[in-house]
Each structure stands twice: as C-alpha cells, then as structure tokens.
C-alpha cells in the first residue's frame, strides 16, 4: 500500500471512530459518504446533505445521474490517457493544437492545471504517475511504452516534461529521456525552474505555470 493511500485510509477510520450526533442514521450515511471524499471533514460533508435536502427531489435526482453517468461512461482516451467522452478525448481530435509539441504530465489533475495557464497549445500524455521505488511503482506501472509509440508514429518535434519537482519526478523524466535520446531532431525539454522543489503542479499558481511552460529549458538530468 503506498503512503499516500495509507493516509487516506488512516483518515477514513478516524471518521468513522468519530462520534455520531446526528439523530438521523439515513443523515449520518449520507454524511459518511461524502466525508469519504478527500479533504472533505464531517463538518464540510454535513453542510453539504444539508444543502441537498434543501433542494427538489428532481435536481437531487438529476444531481446522482451525473455522478452515475460519469462513473459509467467516462472513458480513457486511448491516444494520449486523459479522461474523455470518447476513444479519443477533444484535446487530441483538436485540429487547432500543435500536433508537434507533447507535453508529458503525471496525472489528469496536471492537465487542467496547465490549460488554465492559456499558454501551452499543443498536445498531452499522461502517465499516470511517477517511478516510485517506495510506493512499488515502476516504469511497466505507467504509460511510457505508448509514449515512445507516439513519437515513433506521430509528428512529434519537442517532448516537454512538466513532472512535478521531487526525487520521483526527475527520475521519471530521465528514465524517459534515455529512452528517447537517440531520436534524431527530437527535442526534449522542462518546464523552467519557477516551480519550487517537492511541488506538485496542482498546487502552483497559474501565472508561474505560464512563465515556467513558455520559458521551458532544454531537459538535463544534471539540472
């Protein structure tokens, strides 16, 4: 189990440990459910069922219809591994991106990050994480083989990593950089060095996300 899920699980028992005060027990389920959420407390989760009991029957049911639908029916684009609608997610089937510029990101999360910043217009693959050794997660654990198939097959002229910036993360890019190194006319780079070590992208304000993708250095693993 890696320390990151250990941790969410940890926080699962001690809500259930917790004490019920509600006189409700079809409250206190629902309270449960939504405090199973991350980063949602029972007091954040109370005020939510509360809200939804303060709306119509109807738009609470078409509220759980979305939720079902999405669970059901999204699907992974097969192409780059972002959520989609279809086999191939909108950002792929673009014709107004740059189909030379892929930028290779760890998570879905990462994506919307970037596209908020308006400064990056080409393509995207996500990993689906980053090698870690500690938490048993190796380069066969995620998307690396479709992404050397991609720059065989498809026009590709610059791989930009936006990893986040840790131990993991550089390892990741230069596991993948010696994978494509012997690629004529292919350019790898980084995102610049405005994101602070051990920083996820999530977490970085969307202005220095644009500067860092814009003013992107060619990738060294002695960086």
């Not at 959520?83 to 191939?88: A, F, L, N, Y």
């Not at 879905?108 to 217009?121: H, M, R, V």
């Not at 048993?136 to 050397?148: F, K, N, Q």
């Amino acid at each position: 189990m890696s320390r990151r899920k250990a941790f969410f699980e940890g926080e699962k028992e001690k809500r259930r440990k917790e004490k019920r005060v509600n006189s409700s027990r079809l409250l206190d389920k629902a309270v449960d459910q939504f405090a199973s959420l991350p980063g949602v407390g029972r007091k954040t989760a109370l005020k939510f069922v509360l809200h939804l009991l303060k709306k119509d029957v109807q738009e609470v049911d078409d509220f759980l219809k979305s939720i079902g639908d999405l669970k059901k029916n999204i699907k992974e684009c097969r192409r780059c591994h972002n959520i989609s609608d279809g086999e191939i997610c909108e950002t792929c089937s673009d014709p107004k991106r740059d189909n030379t510029t892929l930028c290779v990101v760890e998570n879905i999360k990462d994506i919307l990050s970037i596209e908020a910043t308006s400064q990056y217009n080409g393509l995207y693959h996500v990993l689906g994480g980053i090698i870690s050794p500690m938490d048993g997660i190796g380069p066969a654990d995620l998307h690396i083989t479709s992404l050397v198939e991609r720059v065989e097959q498809e026009p590709i002229r610059e791989i930009i990593f936006a990893l986040s910036a840790t131990i993991e993360g550089d390892t990741t890019g230069y596991y993948i950089f010696k994978k494509m190194k012997n690629k004529e006319d292919l350019v790898i780079s980084t995102i610049a060095k405005g994101i602070s070590i051990g920083n996820d992208l999530e977490y970085t304000d969307e202005l220095t996300l644009g500067r860092s993708i814009v003013n992107r250095v060619k990738f060294s693993f002695n960086d």
